[in-house]
């Protein structure tokens, strides 16, 4: 059982029920491919955030953009919402119906429209995963770097303006997405960017849809950036005697301008994790795990750097994994760290901080954030996209006992507003949703989220796109 | 003497006047800092584009975001166009005055409000011009990448989205503005981002204001990455046999992901050009200028391997320029290539295209374009960022001859259209002003240009803010 929605976000959020009326134009062009059946509603009514609410009312599974313009087109008729749902690893409540509504399955729109390998590009469907596409573009020697720790679709990875543990090389969503196919809350279809790498034709129709997680459009394809395979690849782990030598590493690494391709901090809570959970043997300290892309000659010199780096910081136990399966099983326990996390306590849901900070300021940060955590008694662990100033802390709470989750939320709040302080965001990754609209206003200021009320309420008037989401109207 | 706005752009440009209640109130407040001498008015009625229109009726010069936002505010209630003025170096007509109204001088905006060196972080004032950002920054190490041709104010850069020759390896002002100081139509002061590298914290207020080029509100303040200054820098310049030996080169060395910092392509005239304006002696023949950054090891590795591939298509007499005065003089020269390409001949203006493609499509589209000039026997000169498949052919048309810039605007067309169907931008980083609205249409779509008349009328209900460009109301 999860959380309630916290009472300070319901004042709005009266249900708005789907017409039968509604559902029988959906379920007649729909067919089999509309589904009411409990079950299903409740699969497509949460996600990854530790938040409940009822489900929707329906589901209709969409193959194409004219059956999500089809639903879009009947629940503008209606002013019933519609929510878009990719593989359901929102952390931040994206998914759930607050107001009721029509979910949008998009899974099935699974296709590669086209890969155009000469020019480092391809589009998909949204509902295509992080792992589906690279799979399918093995052949053509690129590859495509985002990789949030669920096997995300590119959709929701869109709309959340997701990152992973690229980002410190390759960018995020918000530079990897070239252009759009976008159905509007009127139903109609439109397209953004082009396949060009840079533009200024216009207001930036694409890098406004990105990150609005699903409230100003449904996104159904995606052109995206691809890059060439390094030529060579080395990863490396590194222990360090303490959270504050390990970032301070990153720090210098950054600082000095190595294009390290990643630099992920494990906390020992997150160590311990992995290591039970993907039986390895990892030294249980806090630890960086780092990769480097490029030429042989400059993956031989990044890496001599930086272990010189880490040196100074009391780093030891430098290890390399240099062949492809030594640095798989690296990089795939590393990604499972979120599912490793939660075995730590059993019964266990997450409350999980996702600041991004100015990396000067970033030592302090993840070092009092562990330090409050432990003083607190709280279980937790720490992962952190440290090379972009992104760390995680993720609070273990019972959800049946409420003053673990009260502390939980005490502690976050006191990481963001530490990271509010030192100019930073509240969110590096994972978006507002419904967890941390409190936390928007105070870092973007009452004017900025006054202005992006505005820019919904022009796109979307009768407020059908996943409401209640980034900000109460 | 330009030519004047086309008639097809004009149908509902009717002046606005500025009531004389306006015009007081701002001598009141800004006294002499309030200018209606036609001399100043005149300067700040033009730019580079070979566009004519009446000057604006005043020129207030803001040393403060609060001065900025008393002039919107005034503007507000009498509901009078206000255009932001940076140094006036709009290729595409954006600081015309089409409708009347004040132009709002930002150039003594020149301080540097805050760096951040080991954050690699910089907030400027919007008057700020990128030279003097980095003669600023030298000592700390660091420098600001984004370079087009003129000494371009930041503001101006960001309205535009620009970006120039190291965009290839550094992105582009979409890539590298972290965050904004907005002023909007209501005279409301707005903070979009925050000095953390990446956020999924709401709307990207910070991507929309970026290109809007002044539509939507007045950029004031602009908060930057910065980059370190790389261990080792090496240029160099190659000529080939034709264009499309040229563009192919570079195609490869895109598509083999080699880290090139600069990648230029100079046509035979604009080699001329640059020789005669700078005194050069560079050989008469399509030209690929580089730059290479990194450590000396990578460096050396990267210029040996464009070197081989450079041969492989023709390319001969590579020179190499690694002292720091070499390197100066040649790209001062490519920098000053608008300029000098104007003294190709007596007395003309330039109309400049400005598309972007996928680069696997840039040969064609260079050496089409280039063809179809010289068959029309119109002066032209071509130079391109070609790594990014961005080209600018500029025809030199005599703006007393009605036929030559009916000559240019055809071929303009013939590329712009070109580009479009090869899945490229009208718009690479000049931005769209009031001479590529229609071709904005034909790229976007009627639907995308319609969200953008939806976001703007949303923003700026009066219409205020620098009307008539992008797209007509």
């Not at 399966?325 to 795939?332: D, G, P, Q, S």
Request: proline content about 5%.
């Amino acid at each position: 059982m999860n959380a309630p929605l916290p009472a300070h976000l319901l004042p709005r959020l009266e249900p708005r029920p789907v017409p039968a009326a509604m559902l029988e134009a959906l379920q007649a062009q729909f067919g089999a491919r509309c589904s009411t059946a409990l079950a299903v509603r409740e699969q497509h009514g949460r996600d990854e955030s530790p938040i409940d609410a009822p489900p929707p009312e329906a589901v209709v599974y969409c193959e194409s953009t004219e059956d999500v313009a089809a639903v879009v087109k009947l629940a503008d008729r209606y002013a019933v919402p519609v929510i878009p749902f990719g593989v359901g690893s929102s952390l931040e409540g994206h998914l759930l119906a607050v107001q009721g509504g029509v979910s949008i399955d998009l899974s099935r729109m699974n296709k590669i429209v086209a890969v155009q390998p000469e020019d480092l590009t391809v589009t998909v469907q949204a509902g295509v995963t992080r792992m589906q596409l690279n799979n399918e573009i093995r052949h053509t020697g690129l590859f495509f770097p985002i990789d949030p720790g669920a096997d995300a679709s590119l959709g929701g990875m869109s709309a959340t303006r997701a990152s992973g543990t690229n980002a410190v090389r390759y960018g995020t969503m918000r530079e990897n997405v070239l252009g759009l196919t976008v159905v509007t809350a009127s139903g109609e279809t439109i397209h953004t960017g082009t396949r060009a790498r840079k533009s200024s034709a216009g207001y930036d129709l694409t890098r406004l849809m990105v990150g609005s997680e699903g409230t100003l459009g449904v996104m159904t394809e995606i052109t995206l950036r691809l890059y060439p395979l390094p030529e060579a690849i080395s990863a490396a782990i590194c222990a360090f005697p303490s959270i504050d030598a390990a970032v301070r590493t990153t720090i210098q690494i950054i600082q000095m301008g190595i294009p390290i391709a990643r630099c992920e901090l494990l906390d020992t809570h997150a160590v311990r994790a992995v290591n039970r959970y993907d039986k390895l043997t990892l030294t249980e300290a806090p630890m960086l795990l780092m990769e480097f892309h490029g030429s042989s000659a400059s993956v031989a010199e990044q890496a001599a750097t930086v272990q010189q780096i880490a040196t100074e910081f009391g780093g030891s136990g430098f290890q390399w994994a240099t062949t492809p399966e030594e640095r798989t099983k690296l990089w795939a326990a590393r990604h499972r760290a979120y599912f490793a996390g939660l075995q730590l306590k059993a019964g266990c849901r997450t409350v999980t901080t996702d600041t991004c900070v100015p990396i000067s300021r970033l030592a302090e940060c993840v070092t009092q954030a562990s330090d409050e955590a432990t003083a607190a008694g709280m279980m937790h662990y720490i992962v952190g996209h440290v090379g972009d100033g992104n760390f995680h802390i993720a609070y273990l709470v019972d959800p049946a006992i409420a003053s673990e989750r009260e502390t939980a939320e005490r502690l976050n709040n006191q990481v963001v507003q530490r990271a509010i302080a030192a100019q930073g965001t509240c969110s590096g990754e994972h978006g507002i949703g419904l967890h941390k609209m409190d936390f928007l206003v105070t870092e973007a200021g009452a004017g900025a989220v006054d202005l992006m009320r505005t820019l919904k309420r022009a796109l979307d008037p009768k407020n059908i796109m996943n409401p209640g989401k980034i900000f109460a109207l």
